[in-house]
């Protein structure tokens, strides 16, 4: 399994970089087999399928939260109920050693060499007052065009 993981401390805006990847993806024509994408924005859980850009049917599990091991396993439990066979895993986690990363792999049974493991990281905006959201924006547009040009090559291929 392709996993692409967006990696970080607590509210550095993992699970709205995965939000807006999901919309992205529904966009470009895949399609929901199961979960939600829930409007506004909250935590989910969603499979998509669709094609990749050979043509090739694939299905993607996404995953928002990761902030305790009982969301991990609710995620486990939602993941092995849709099939538990998926091309591409794409879902949150903490950085480097920080509880409860290390039961993030143990619990989904992600690891190398079995597993194509990609992690982006995303840290915090410190910009304050107006220069904010300015600063805000461009980190968002800068990772969304990051992610889709890491998922648009090997090994994703979408």
């Known amino acids: 399994m ?21 919309q992205r993806l529904i966009r470009a024509g895949f399609g929901i087999i199961a979960g939600t994408l829930p409007i506004p924005f909250s935590d989910f859980r969603v499979v998509l399928e669709g094609s990749n850009k050979y043509g090739k049917k694939i299905k993607i599990i996404i995953n928002s939260p990761t902030d305790t091991d009982i969301i991990i396993n609710d995620f486990k439990v939602f993941f092995d109920s849709n099939g538990g066979s998926y091309d591409i895993l794409i879902s949150s986690v903490r950085d480097d050693d920080f509880w409860p990363r290390p039961q993030f792999f143990s619990i989904m049974n992600i690891s190398t060499p079995k597993d194509f493991i990609l992690e982006i990281p995303l840290g915090k905006i410190t910009r304050r007052g107006l220069n904010f959201p300015v600063a805000l924006a461009w980190y968002q547009q800068q990772n969304d065009f990051l992610i889709d040009h890491t ?8």
């Open 2 to 22: 392709e996993c692409l993981l967006i990696g970080g401390a607590q509210s550095v805006g993992k699970s709205e970089t995965i939000y807006r990847l999901a």
């Open 151 to 158: 998922l648009s090559n090997t090994p994703f291929d979408i």
